[in-house]
Structure formats: structure tokens, C-alpha cells
């Protein structure tokens, strides 16, 4: 069964497996003790953390191993925001940043503390110029991933470590989606990053802070990893950690090439095959092994289980797949349409013709939802009579208001308009990308009884 989710967790490499096995013999002892079995554990520990030092780009003192990359980054962005508390009490992050660094910044708030989040365009990158303008006299720490988690888009982390070097502000980088494809380019102050994203074992994390970065380790001190991760080293999963990150690097650079090949076959025949399909992220500045999609007319959710029935594991950033009915806040900053949303992620080794079959599955199982969900197949008949239609989609969830949309929308003349209530947050993304889709005006958004109101107007 072809696993297409790497981005939430890549399969453990090889390496990583030896690695790991081989440690549980000779690193299960105390690394702090000096008696025989613990000195061949720090030597163990010791080797682990100087291979991972080397991969990203710092001294192996500067490099802390965490039990998650959730904690590297909590930790992170605790432990520079106390060091600097007389600077001020600011965080900076973008807008698509993952979970770990929003529930940081949510925390930070509801402590006092104020963040600003930087906006980004419609592939999902931010600005230099918008790091810039959010930075202030009193912000204590800006944050960036290195390549989003959902779309694959990479950030430009060398122009905006510029700004915030001249700014004196430290800058950490969340490089969990990306370090194992290389180095994370110059001039971060923190980075963050989790072994299971590359193909290591679940619970390691990494934390590396630069000599010089004003860090104050919150919560009770402990004696191991220079205090910055409390607790008993898992010393075998370090080990397979450290292997696997030198292991993934020796092949980046022919595996990039080939699964680069296999995206862009993706990219461009999911639209030459499935109607009304968009395509998001950057198309080059990207992680080699990513693609997202959004389908026009789709349950999300119903389409990755029908999708794992047809042996494909995918992953989806639509509102559907979460009980909250709230669509994914990255798709939501990009603006993008999020219903119907596809993320696949190959791991490394994807065979050419797992690739072809997914692209042989996709179009027969996108148009069986559909048929279920009543979805219009063809464009709807343009003869007019009323000048204006009210469409009552109220607790109706996505993607049922677009669906009724486009079924009424030829009901009404070239210059006509139809107006969706609608109490689904996801409406406020798809109708304006459904319009924009097939070249329909999107006049607005104005408040309802319940809900909102979106008003179309009909070009053709």
C-alpha cells in the first residue's frame, strides 16, 4: 500500500533501524556515570551529538537533544523569550507556522505577552518586508519555519535572519520539514527540529542555540542536556537519530531529483485529469517531495478515506477532516480554496509506478464523491429569469454551499447575482476561490441573521 504522508511522518530508514537495534545493547546505561558501562553510553551520546551538530550547521555544545520536536520548539521559544523579558514581551511569527509554535505564541499571550502574526501571499511565503514592519523595539523573538508542513513552500530564512540581525532580534527556525533535505541557510539564532520527520524514531527532537543568544531554561532545572531537556536520555533513539539524519543526507541530493520529477508529473496532471482543481504552494521554491491540491465539490474527508480504500495514504489540510469544521489555518492565510484538499508527501524511495496508479485512482474516486454530494458535472444551462437568487446553505458544511452555488448560478443573467447564507467559516474561503475558479465576480461578504452572506455576481 503505497504510504504518500511523509510530511507527517517518514518511514524509518535502514539506518536508523541498525542504528537503533545496536544501541540497546551497548547504550542502555547512565551516559552521567563513569563506571565502564556509562562511559561507552557517553561516548555513544557524545558521537550522536556531533553528527547532528554537523548536519545543522552549529557546535555540537550548541545542539540539545529534546524528546520531541513539539518540546524543541516550546522549549526554544520559552527559554529565548525569558532571556530577553528586559528587551520585551513581542513575538513575531508567520501566519502559517505549525501548531507547536502557534500554541507557543497562544500561551505567550495568555501570560501577557503580545505576538504579531506576518501575513503571507498566495503560495504560502512570507517577506522579508513583512518581518520588517512586524518587528518593534520591544519584540524579545521572531519565528520562521524553514518550508511549510502542508504545501511545502519554502521561506526565504536567509533574507529575513538579515532583517532581524539588524533588528538584534534572535530568529528561530522550525527546520523539522526540511533539515533532512540540507543545512538551513545562514543566520538563525535557534532552530528546532524532530527525528521522525526525516525517517529517525519517533521522540527525539532537536534544539540547537547559538553561543551568545540570551536563553533562561524554564520549568525546574535538571542536570542532563545542559538543563535544557529534563529527564533520562533515550540514548538508542538518539543514536538512530543522528545515523539516520547523516544517512538522508547522503541521499538527499539524488532523492531530491527523483521525487522532484515524480511531484511535478503531480502537479501537472492532477489538473489535466480531475476538473476544478486547484493546485497551492510555490511551484519551485518548494520541498522536493510535496504537493497539495484542493478539489472543487469535495467532502475532504470522505476523499482521503475513499483514496485509503483505493490504497493510498494521503493527508488533508480541509476543514472537513477535523471535527472542528474550521479549514486549515495555513490554507486560510493563503487564501486558497481549502475544500476537497489533498497533501501528499512521498518518503524516500516512491516507486515511479505507485505515482501512476495514484494518478489512475484519482480522477474515478474525485468523481464518485461528487456524484454523492449532487455536485453539477458539466456547466450549468444559462438561460435567465430571476435577476437575483438567495441560496440558504445554514448548516450545511463544506463543500454543500459551493455545490448549491454553482448549481443556481446559471439560474440567474450575466450581471445577476446569488447570495449564499452560509454559517460555515469554510465558505469564507471557498466561494471566493470557487469564483475565481470559473470566472465569476466575487462581490462580498455581508453580515446575516446567522451567518454571513456572500454575494456572487455572474460574468458567464
Known sequence: MPYFDAASSAPLHPVARQALLAALDEGWADPARLYREGRRARLLLDAAREAAADAVGC??????????????????ISGALAGRRRVGRHLAISAVEH?????????????????????????????AAGYADALR????????????????????VAEVAEVCRAAGVPLLVDAAQSLGWGPVPEGWSLLAASAHKWGGPSGVGLL??????????????????SGRAAGFENLP???????SLRAVRAEAAAESVRLRALVDRIRARVPELVPDVEVVGDPVRRLPHLVTFSCLYVDGETLLHELDR??????????????????????????VLSEGNVR???????????????????????????????????????????????????????PIPVIELAKVIGEVPPGGTVTVLSD???????????????????VGVEPADRGSAYVVRRLT
Open 59 to 76: 557546535r555540537p555544545d550548541e545542539l540539545t537533544f529534546t524528546p520531541s520536536g513539539t518540546r524543541a520548539v516550546h522549549s526554544g
Open 99 to 127: 501548531s507547536s509554535v502557534l500554541h507557543a505564541a497562544a500561551a505567550h499571550e495568555a501570560q501577557g505577552g503580545s505576538v504579531s502574526e506576518v501575513a503571507v501571499d498566495r503560495s504560502g511565503a512570507v517577506s
Open 137 to 156: 523595539e520591544d519584540t524579545a523573538l521572531a519565528c520562521l519555519q524553514s518550508a511549510n508542513h502542508e504545501v511545502g513552500t519554502e521561506q526565504p
Open 208 to 225: 540547537a542555540v547559538r553561543k551568545g543568544v540570551r536563553f533562561a531554561v524554564q520549568g525546574p532545572a535538571d542536570d542532563r542536556e
Open 237 to 243: 533513539a538518539i543514536v538512530a537519530a543522528a545515523a
Open 310 to 335: 483505493a490504497e493510498f495514504s494521503v493527508s488533508s489540510g480541509s476543514s472537513c477532516t477535523s471535527s472542528t469544521l474550521i479549514p486549515s489555518h495555513v490554507l486560510k492565510a493563503m487564501g
Open 344 to 398: 501528499v508527501s512521498l518518503p524516500a524511495g516512491t516507486a515511479d509506478e505507485d505515482v501512476d496508479r495514484f494518478l489512475d485512482v484519482l480522477p474515478r474516486v474525485v468523481a464518485e464523491v461528487r456524484e454523492r454530494l449532487g455536485a453539477p458535472v458539466s456547466a450549468p444551462p444559462s438561460p435567465a429569469a430571476a435577476a437575483s437568487l438567495v441560496v440558504d446553505a445554514l448548516g450545511k458544511r463544506c
Open 424 to 442: 460555515d467559516e469554510a465558505a469564507r474561503l471557498d466561494i471566493p476561490a470557487w469564483c475565481a475558479m470559473r470566472e465569476q465576480e466575487y
